[in-house]
């Protein structure tokens, strides 16, 4: 009873409605409950006029979106400010690009669609941009999800284009898969999930990515798209390992 006069009371000084200043007392409670698992311990709530301002640490970026959401869902919070600073380990740009490119190409190993996604990474100060093409929205998600939960990723900005759903192109992705793995000389690349020779179809145009051991691999490899049926078009990206930039 006593500390509700005194929000009363504040209220009144403040030229603030009672039924307001109860408000954000209560969403801010109800914001704090809502983070009151232990990874965010180091994270400090305030709300003011129904916003409610997120400040304080985490040790994981993921960690810093996941209180994010938690505080939108909130019933009455109508907008969030995310003041959350991702502490935790400094790890240098070029390593955390190498440990990212490595567990991406790995995560969705199993699932078949592997030889269909082309996602790159680039980080730059511990923010990481993921751009390319993904098969499906799932890949897409478990690739960004998988740069959330890397210590040392600061921010993460999905640039990630999932291809349409086309029963065409799929017909296509495995046409072209079955041309260009079942050759002898270019089967070697289904050795290593993560150095595939990567197939992208939308509307019937292929792109090729990937890095190949030799012009030949990569010459062969063209011809081989190039010659599925219900192909329009094939565009090779496949770089050559060691081959002088530019080439």
Do not use: C, W
Request: charged share 20%.
């Amino acid at each position: 009873m006593k500390n509700l006069l005194a929000v009363l009371s504040l209220a009144a000084v403040l030229g603030v409605p009672a039924a307001f200043a109860q408000t954000d007392s209560q969403l801010q409670a109800d914001v704090q409950k809502a983070l009151s698992n232990a990874k965010f311990k180091d994270v400090q709530v305030t709300v003011q006029q129904k916003i409610a301002t997120l400040s304080g640490t985490v040790n994981l970026y993921d960690v810093k979106h996941q209180a994010e959401q938690r505080a939108h869902r909130v019933k009455g919070v109508e907008a969030v400010r995310d003041g959350i600073e991702v502490a935790g380990a400094n790890v240098s740009d070029s390593q955390l690009q190498e440990k990212l490119v490595g567990a991406i190409s790995y995560d969705r190993v199993g699932y078949g669609t592997t030889p269909f996604n082309s996602i790159s990474v680039e980080v730059q100060n511990g923010v990481v941009r993921l751009a390319g093409f993904a098969y499906g929205p799932v890949d897409a998600d478990s690739a960004a999800a998988v740069a959330a939960n890397t210590a040392g990723v600061k921010d993460v900005v999905n640039d990630i284009e999932v291809n349409p759903v086309s029963a065409m192109d799929d017909g296509i992705r495995i046409r072209v898969f079955r041309a260009i793995y079942g050759y002898s000389s270019l089967n070697k690349y289904a050795i290593d999930p993560a150095k595939p020779i990567r197939i992208q179809v939308q509307n019937g145009n292929v792109a090729l990515y990937g890095v190949v051991d030799n012009q030949a691999d990569r010459d062969v490899a063209g011809i081989r798209a190039n010659g599925v049926a219900g192909v329009f078009s094939v565009t090779n990206h496949l770089q050559v390992a060691d081959a002088p930039s530019g080439l």
